[in-house]
């Protein structure tokens, strides 16, 4: 529970020495524990778990290649489900923006940064959403810290899927609301939640993800839809790994006669599938309009780079006009499961738990000799013990590389047994 945190523990804290009368001592222990001293001890503790993390230098493109310094990787581990941050037509709508407006935008939305590119991708938002409006945050994660304490604050209730993305808890914990988790996937725990709590508070907000960022299922969002409604309550679906992928790309919100399921906030990113940069919520107008005016994170925070708002606009016409296009990184991930016996794949990304994080680490390693980049995804990003390789799959993929990640995991073992047929 609350795994999704994305928090390391400061842990105990080391006793200092006790102050002195001359106070000499006290200024020696916190010349011991000067910040270097501190990040030292973290790191050292944090590796003696096997769960250090670094940056590295990472030159993508073209397609799904790689380059980690004089490396060449095929990717199967990022979130450019349709590799339209490499498209063309999507380069060169951000070099014209920047050529046209500037590299940047100058200011926050509510000052000079809304650049006219905004209203064309927040048009576009909500034509494909089927919502009457929608409005551009910096990031996902900034669009959720800002729309969760807009709708809900101390005296109200947020009842939460326990897997759910850590800026999700972020909102949360900022909104001051009372917050429950429920367990993964589960419409009657949440009834049960529901119940219990829903009596002592005024607002209700639940919240989900349309596809799950790290194990690639999906929410019950009609159900959960419905138990919100009934209950008075509110329902956001963070739709980041759905945009572009579920329902000819349109997300997580509509059955399969596209038909809408009733989410009250659909937010999303472009940073994902749209192979851009930036977060979205889409909603009723009025919604939309009280968002400007109180999502801390859209007034206080610069506007997006205008190069980013046309690679945006411009990566969904393109999903928006090829319907062949958002069908892709499924297709390849059921090609995947089905060949290694895995639960057939709901979405892009498919996990292949292996639980202790040397295992990750090590099944990572022997992929990227074979010339494959998966990360290993370890606690907090995921709950402790289910360590794993995440893949995911893109348009930028060909058949070949698929196969070929295919025989590897085979060849290395890294498969379940198969199960008799
Ligand atoms: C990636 C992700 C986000 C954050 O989106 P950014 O635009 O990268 O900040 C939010 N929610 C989920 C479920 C995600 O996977």
């Known amino acids: 529970m609350g795994n999704r945190l994305g928090k390391l523990s400061t842990g105990p804290r080391t006793p200092r020495a006790a102050k002195t009368a001359a106070g000499v001592s006290a200024s020696m222990a916190a010349m011991a524990d000067s910040l270097d001293d501190f990040a030292e001890r973290k790191l050292a503790e944090i590796a003696s778990r096997n769960l250090t993390r670094r940056v590295q230098a990472t030159a993508r493109g073209p397609g799904a290649l790689t380059m980690r310094g004089a490396k060449k990787l095929i990717s199967f581990c990022d979130n450019d489900y349709l590799g339209l941050s490499q498209h063309p037509a999507v380069i060169e709508a951000a070099a014209a923006a920047t050529r046209e407006f500037g590299a940047g935008a100058g200011a926050s939305r509510l000052v000079t940064g809304s650049n006219p590119l905004y209203d064309a991708l927040e048009a576009r938002i909500a034509r494909i959403k089927g919502t009457e409006a929608a409005l551009v945050f910096g ?17 109200d209730l947020i009842l939460g899927d326990e897997l759910m993305h850590a800026c999700m808890h972020a ?5 001051g609301a009372a917050t429950h988790m429920f367990r993964h996937n589960d419409v009657d725990d949440c009834a049960r939640l529901l119940n219990k709590h829903r009596g002592n508070a005024d607002r209700c907000l639940v919240l989900t993800e349309g596809v799950f960022s790290m194990d690639g299922d999906r929410a019950p969002v009609g159900a959960l ?4 409604h009934a209950n008075d309550g509110w329902l956001l679906v963070d739709d980041a790994h759905a945009l572009g992928v579920i329902n000819g790309g349109r997300g997580s919100g509509f059955d399969e006669d596209g038909r809408a399921l ?11 599938a749209a192979g851009s940069y930036g977060g979205y919520v889409a909603a009723s107008r009025v919604v939309v309009d009280y968002l400007v005016n109180r999502a801390r994170s859209l007034i206080f925070t ?11 606009e411009m990566a969904l016409q393109l999903i928006e006009e090829d319907d062949e ?17 895995l639960p057939r794949a709901m979405s892009a990304v498919v996990p292949l738990v292996l639980g202790d994080e040397t295992r990750a680490l090590e099944a990572s390693a022997r992929l990227a000799e074979r010339g494959f980049l998966v990360t290993a995804i370890r606690p907090p990003t995921v709950p402790p013990g289910t360590s794993r390789l ?26 379940p047994e198969r199960q008799p047929a």
């Open 262 to 272: 009733g989410v009250d906030l659909a937010m999303g990113t472009l940073s994902k």
């Open 325 to 341: 296009l958002a069908a892709a990184p499924l297709a390849r991930a059921r090609t995947f499961t089905a060949a290694l016996g």
């Open 225 to 228: 839809a419905a138990l919100a």
């Open 171 to 175: 909102g949360a914990k900022l909104s």
């Open 302 to 312: 610069t506007g997006l780079p205008p190069g980013v708002l046309a690679a945006s």
């Open 390 to 415: 995440r893949f995911t799959f893109s348009a930028a993929h060909d058949e070949g590389d698929v196969q070929r990640l295919i025989d590897t995991i085979l060849e290395l073992g890294l498969a």
């Open 139 to 155: 990031s996902g994660y900034l669009a959720n810290i800002g729309i969760i304490p807009s709708f809900v604050g101390p005296g």
